[in-house]
C-alpha cells in the first residue's frame, strides 16, 4: 500500500500535538496502536524537537506513568492511545488522578461518528467514559482538511482546544486539577508526511518561548495547587474568600494527611499545636509532630476541640475517628484531593492564619509529653568504643561480636522501612504502594523533611511501580540528581509488574523497587474476615498466597536483582552507587 502523502488526521494531530508543546507540556507517554499513528509521529518528531517520550505497550502503565509525573511536577503530561480497549484501560489511572487532584491530558484516538455503534472493528462508545472524574471533555470533530502553512481554521481550533485543555487539566475553574479527556476520531487515511511547519527547523525557534512556557506553566500549576481542592459538592469553597484566621484558646490539632506538604508543618509552627502527620504527608517534621500518633490520640484525642486538616488522611482509624466526630470543629484546607467532609459539617477553607497572641502551652506540653512516650527509637545502640579499643581480648570480643550482631541483624518489617526512610534524602524521591508497610512505617518512623508520593486517591494497589517510574522520570530530568525509592508488598508488586519493561532505546531513571515479600497479601490478617472465615477460604479469597520467582523477573525485564538478608546488607544496597533500575526483594514473615 502506498504511503500517503497527505493527511487530515496527520495535520491536526500535528496542530494539537504543537500547541500542547508550545503551552509548555513536556512529557508524552504513548501507548503504540493504528488509529492514534498521527498522534505518536507527531510525539516522535518533538522528542527530536526537545520533548520526552515515553513509550508503553500497556495503557494501564502508560496513565499511571503520566499520574506519577503529574504528581511530581504538577504539570499534566500527555498520554496516547489508540481506541476500543486501550482507553477502558487509562480509567484506574484518571480515578485516581481525579480523587487526589493530579493533572493529566488524555489524548484517545476514535473511528469516526459513521462507525460508532454499528460493529465496526475496535470501535465503542469512548465519549463520556470518563464523564464523572474528568476536569474537562471533548469529542472533537472529524479532521477535513490539510494545513500547508499552519494558519488554517482546523489548526486555530485545536490551538484553542490545546489551551483550554491544559487550563483545565491545572484546575482552571476547579476547585483542583485533574483528568481531561480529548476524544479524537480520525477518518483514513490515518498517517501522511507530517506538515513542514511542524518539522522545518523554523518551528525549532519556538524552543525559548517553549521553554518559557513550560516555567510559566509550573508556576501557574503551583499557584493553583496552593490548596487544591477536589470537584465533590460536599464542601463549598469561596476561592475569592481572605484565609481563615485560626483563633488561639481552642484545644487544637493539625492533622496532615496525603499530599500535605510543608503547609501543614507551618500551620502547626504558628498556632503552636501537635502535628499528627501520616509518613505520606510529606509533612511529618518539626518540633510539634507527634511520635506514635495513634497511641497518642487513643489518650489525648477526647479532649480536642478543633482539627485542622491538610490533604487526605486515610492510613489511621483513629485519625478518621477524631474526624467524624460531630463535637469536634473540623476545618479542611483546600488541597489538592477531594473535598473531606467525614462527619457532615467540616468547613472547607482556602488558606487558614493563626491569631497573634500567646500559645497554650499546657495543651501543647500534653501532646509532646505523650509523644515522647508513644516514640519508637530504631536506632541502633552506638559502639562501645572503649571496649572496641580494650587490651583485654575478651571484652574486645564481645563489643565486636555485639558490632556484628547489629549488621547481621535479620530483616523484618520494622527495619526494612527504617533503613529506607534513613537512606533517603531531600534529593530523592520515597514513594510508598498501598500494602501493610506503609502502615508500619507510618507507625514506627520518626520525622524527615522528604519528598513522600502515595497513591491514597483511592488507595489501590494498581499502577504503583508505573506511578514511581513517572516519578523517577520527572524528577531527574536535565540531569537532576536523586534515586526514586518505592516500597511496597509483593501483591502491589505482581499487580503490576508490567510497568518493569522499557523500551530498548529509552534511559532508564535511577529507582530502586524494595519488594517486602511475605508470600501474599497479609494486609487482610488484620480485617474481620481473618478471624470468621476458615483458614482455606481465607487463604484461598484473601491473603492469596504466592510464590513468584522475583529473581526471574527481574532478569527478564533487565532490572539488577538483589536479595539482602540482613540490615548491614540492605543499607549497603540502598546507599551504593545506582545508575539505573534495581529490584530488591525482602523475605518477610507473615
Not at 153 to 179: C, K, N, W, Y
Request: charged fraction near 20%; glycine fraction near 10%.
Amino acid at each position: 500500500m502506498a504511503e500517503a502523502k497527505w493527511s487530515p488526521a496527520t495535520d491536526a494531530a500535528a496542530a494539537l500535538i504543537r500547541a500542547l508543546f508550545d503551552s509548555g507540556v513536556r512529557h508524552f507517554v504513548v501507548s503504540p496502536g493504528s488509529r492514534s499513528q498521527a498522534l505518536a509521529l507527531a510525539a516522535a518528531e518533538l522528542e527530536r524537537q526537545g520533548a520526552a517520550l515515553h513509550v508503553r505497550i500497556d495503557e494501564r502503565v502508560a496513565g499511571f506513568t503520566a499520574l506519577g509525573i503529574g504528581r511530581e511536577l504538577r504539570v499534566p503530561a500527555v498520554v496516547i492511545c489508540t481506541s476500543g480497549t486501550a482507553v477502558a484501560n487509562l480509567l484506574p489511572a484518571v480515578l485516581e488522578a481525579h480523587h487526589a487532584g493530579v493533572p493529566l491530558l488524555l489524548l484517545t484516538a476514535d473511528r469516526p461518528p459513521e462507525l460508532r455503534g454499528i460493529g465496526a472493528n475496535q470501535a465503542t462508545r469512548q465519549v463520556g467514559i470518563f464523564a464523572p472524574n474528568l476536569r474537562y471533555e471533548a469529542d472533537l470533530p472529524v479532521p477535513e482538511e490539510t494545513d500547508a502553512d499552519g494558519t488554517a481554521s482546523q489548526t486555530m481550533m485545536l490551538r484553542e482546544v490545546a489551551h483550554a485543555a491544559i487550563a483545565a487539566a491545572l484546575g482552571d475553574g476547579f476547585r483542583s486539577a485533574g483528568p481531561v479527556h480529548l476524544n479524537l476520531p480520525y477518518r483514513e487515511p490515518l498517517a501522511g508526511h507530517l506538515p513542514e511547519w511542524f518539522t522545518a527547523p523554523s518551528a525549532e525557534i519556538n524552543h525559548n518561548d517553549a521553554a518559557a512556557a513550560a516555567e510559566n506553566l509550573a508556576n501557574a500549576s503551583g499557584a493553583l495547587y496552593q490548596g487544591g481542592g477536589g470537584i465533590g459538592e460536599a464542601c463549598e469553597v469561596d476561592d475569592a474568600a481572605e484565609p481563615r484566621t485560626l483563633a488561639r484558646g481552642v484545644r487544637t490539632v493539625v492533622v496532615a494527611g496525603a499530599d500535605s506538604g510543608v503547609a501543614a508543618e507551618q500551620i502547626a509552627h504558628d498556632g503552636s499545636w501537635p502535628l499528627v502527620a501520616e509518613i505520606v504527608s510529606g509533612s511529618r517534621f518539626g518540633r510539634y509532630l507527634v511520635h506514635g500518633y495513634r497511641d497518642v490520640l487513643r489518650e489525648l484525642g477526647g479532649d480536642v476541640e478543633r482539627a485542622v486538616v491538610f490533604g487526605h488522611p486515610t492510613l489511621s482509624r483513629e485519625v478518621v475517628a477524631l474526624l467524624s466526630r460531630d463535637d469536634v470543629e473540623v476545618i479542611a484546607v483546600r488541597g489538592p484531593g477531594e473535598p473531606l467532609n467525614l462527619n457532615g459539617m467540616t468547613s472547607a477553607v482556602t488558606s487558614v492564619v493563626v491569631s497573634p497572641g500567646a500559645p497554650d502551652r499546657e495543651w501543647l506540653g500534653r501532646w509532646i509529653r505523650a509523644s515522647r512516650a508513644a516514640s519508637v527509637d530504631l536506632a541502633p545502640p552506638a559502639p562501645d568504643a572503649d571496649a572496641l579499643s580494650s587490651t583485654e581480648p575478651r571484652e574486645r570480643l564481645g563489643a565486636i561480636a555485639a558490632e556484628l550482631g547489629v549488621i547481621r541483624k535479620p530483616l523484618d518489617r520494622t527495619t526494612l522501612v527504617d533503613a529506607v526512610w534513613r537512606a533517603t534524602w531531600p534529593h530523592d524521591r520515597l514513594m510508598f504502594g498501598s500494602s501493610r508497610l506503609v502502615r508500619v512505617a507510618d507507625s514506627v518512623l520518626g520525622g524527615k523533611k522528604i519528598p513522600v508520593h502515595a497513591n491514597r486517591g483511592l488507595a489501590g494497589i494498581d499502577g504503583t511501580i508505573a506511578t514511581a517510574m513517572g516519578i523517577a522520570l520527572a524528577s531527574q530530568a536535565a540531569g537532576s540528581p536523586g534515586v526514586t525509592r518505592v516500597v511496597l508488598g509483593d501483591l502491589a508488586f505482581l499487580y503490576d509488574v508490567g510497568a518493569l519493561l522499557l523500551p530498548t532505546h529509552e534511559s532508564a531513571p535511577r529507582l530502586q523497587v524494595i519488594v517486602g515479600n511475605d508470600g501474599g497479601g497479609t494486609i487482610f490478617d488484620g480485617l474481620e474476615v481473618a478471624s470468621i472465615a476458615s483458614s482455606e477460604a481465607f487463604a484461598r479469597v484473601q491473603y492469596t498466597p504466592q510464590d513468584a520467582s522475583f529473581e526471574h523477573l527481574a532478569a527478564a525485564y533487565g532490572w539488577e536483582y538483589h536479595r539482602p538478608k540482613t540490615r548491614g546488607e540492605l543499607d549497603q544496597v540502598l546507599t551504593g552507587q545506582i545508575s539505573g533500575r534495581q529490584l530488591i526483594e525482602v523475605a518477610l514473615e507473615r
